[in-house]
């Protein structure tokens, strides 16, 4: 496992080896040299910075960045202080492209001032060729460049730039590999995400995730229950298993299994406390899974269902092979299981072709389920994908007026539903110091909603019971009792 290997042990004087994750702590210990390096020259060690653009698979991956890092003997720092400057990008819609191209070009006066300065690029945006292109031309001054799929090789790839001096390059198609126990740094000691998959099936028409993550691939039952084990041995009481699709996991294994199954092995780990997942495809949500969340005492009240459309025609042209009713009646069913469960969401709006109609088809589905939250976007033609070519494209103004007529609605609904909770008793685990006030603490509910109540350092990652004295709209401020 990565934390028992003795790093200075690595022969580096030989060739590197050809297996992996070994070849990966090869080079680690490669890059830990130029560290050396740049400590006696400079007086002090290198920092870098890993910013984050994307969702939690994105942030994961950042961990495992940070956690290669780390070992090779990089300081962390703000972006403003840092000597490598790493971008892991998201793709999903236009604006996140646009942020990191802004961000570059903060940096790039940065790095005239200070030439040693180095700046990475990673992530889904680098999956796109005109994006490379687009680098490769008119942003030089970026150092490293690299994927999805070739993420594991960060260390081998730095250590290609320090021996190159000159840009480097390096973006995969598409893998079958999983590489597992590479260096990986955490951002809370008490909780972590889990991925138990890799990439995607499912085309939605929209959606460019599948193009730039790849096929569907499964971790083994053995490697997640043995890191989730180790993590609970490190002080981790909740975790949170990260997939594009969690409920079709275990599909392309050797030995099939299915979601529900995994989750009952996890259920008997027993310094585990609190189960999350995310993200489920509501036509793969099972019975079974129902089932294993309603007798669970670990599986978390909340459930984030993306439904995008409540218009069946808007659902089939995007491809979700679900209809508005079978939607309606998965809630119902989960409701009726799990009655005090918190539902959240995804909606888009402006998909070519949705009409009036089709949109109040969607404020439909927003009363009638009335979510916890939900995630509203904007619909971003994503070159590649089948729906960018799509007749129809919603001019902006309509878009615009339906996407604020939605965010209300979403919003008083979540207020009056989170205030449901209002007077209650619950158990909650303490995540930080509450940003508002110094005197006080954030938990987070079972439910994913979050209190502030007073308290002190001390608690972060206990687990205390807090009366929920107010609710604020989309949290609550509490008290300890
Ligand atoms: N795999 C997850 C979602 C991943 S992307 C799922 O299927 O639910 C997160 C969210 O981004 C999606 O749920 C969708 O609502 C939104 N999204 C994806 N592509 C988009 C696009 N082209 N324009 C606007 N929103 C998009
Ligand atoms: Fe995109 Fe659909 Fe896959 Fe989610 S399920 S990542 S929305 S293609
Ligand atoms: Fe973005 Fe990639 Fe996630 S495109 S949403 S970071 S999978």
């Known amino acids: 496992m990565y934390n028992e290997i003795d790093f200075d042990k690595i022969d580096i004087d030989s060739k590197p080896p050809l297996e992996e994750p070994a070849r990966q702590y090869y080079f ?11 400590e006696q020259k400079n007086g002090r060690l290198p920092k870098a910075c890993v910013t984050t653009f994307g969702c939690q698979m994105n942030a994961r991956d950042s961990e495992k ?22 971008y892991n990008t998201c793709t999903v819609r236009e604006n996140a492209n646009t942020r990191v191209y802004g961000r570059l070009g903060q940096q790039k006066p940065r790095k005239k001032k200070h030439p040693h300065m180095m700046i990475g690029l990673c992530g889904c945006m680098m999956q796109e060729p005109e994006v490379i292109e687009k680098l490769r031309k008119s942003y030089r001054f970026v150092d490293l460049i690299f994927g999805t799929h070739n993420i594991y090789k960060f260390a081998e790839l730095l250590f290609d730039r320090f021996e ?10 598409g893998t079958d590999k999983i590489v597992e126990q590479l260096p ?7 909780k972590s995400g889990v991925n138990i998959m890799f990439g995607c099936n499912n085309f939605c028409s929209y959606c460019i995730v599948p193009y730039v993550r790849g096929r569907e691939r499964s971790r083994k039952p053995e490697a997640v229950l043995e890191e989730i084990k180790r993590l609970t041995k490190d002080g981790v009481t909740e975790v949170m298993l990260l997939g594009q699709n969690v409920n079709s996991y275990g599909k392309t294994l050797d030995t099939p299994m299915t979601f529900a199954e995994l989750l009952q092995k996890i259920e008997k780990i027993e310094e585990l406390k609190r189960i999350r997942f995310m993200t489920s495809h509501p036509k793969d949500l099972s019975d079974e899974l129902i089932e294993v969340m309603k007798s669970s005492k670990k599986i978390c009240r909340h459930l984030h269902l993306p439904v995008q459309s409540g218009s069946t025609r808007i659902l089939e042209k995007m491809n979700r092979r679900y209809t508005k009713e079978e939607y309606l009646a998965l809630v119902e069913r989960l409701r009726s299981a799990v009655p005090d469960i918190s539902l959240t969401t995804d909606i888009i709006v402006g998909f070519p072709g949705e009409t009036e109609e089709d949109f109040k088809e969607t ?5 009638k389920v ?10 971003s033609r994503r070159t590649g994908t089948p729906a960018a070519a799509m007749e129809e494209q919603i001019p902006e103004e309509v878009v615009k007026d339906r996407f604020d007529r939605l965010l209300k609605e979403v919003q008083t609904i979540a207020g ?3 205030a449901v909770h ?3 008793v619950q158990e909650v685990l303490v995540e930080e110091i509450s940003g508002q006030d110094d005197a006080c603490v954030t938990g987070r509910l079972s439910n994913n909603l979050l209190v502030h109540f007073p308290g002190n350092a001390s608690m972060i990652g206990s687990y205390v019971k807090v009366n929920l004295k107010e609710c604020k709209g989309f949290y609550y401020i509490g008290e300890l009792v």
């Open 422 to 424: 209002e007077g209650t």
């Open 370 to 379: 009335r979510y916890d939250s939900a995630f509203t976007f904007i619909y």
């Open 28 to 38: 680690i210990e490669r890059c830990r040299e130029r560290v050396k390096d740049f």
């Open 164 to 173: 190159a001096g000159e840009q480097i390059i390096d973006i995969w198609e």
């Open 184 to 190: 990986n740094k955490r951002k809370y000691a008490f």
């Open 363 to 367: 404020l439909d589905v927003v009363r």
């Open 65 to 86: 960045l940070r956690g290669i890092l780390k070992q090779i003997g990089y300081e962390e720092a703000s972006e403003g202080e840092a000597d490598f400057v790493i």
């Open 416 to 418: 009056e539903v989170c």
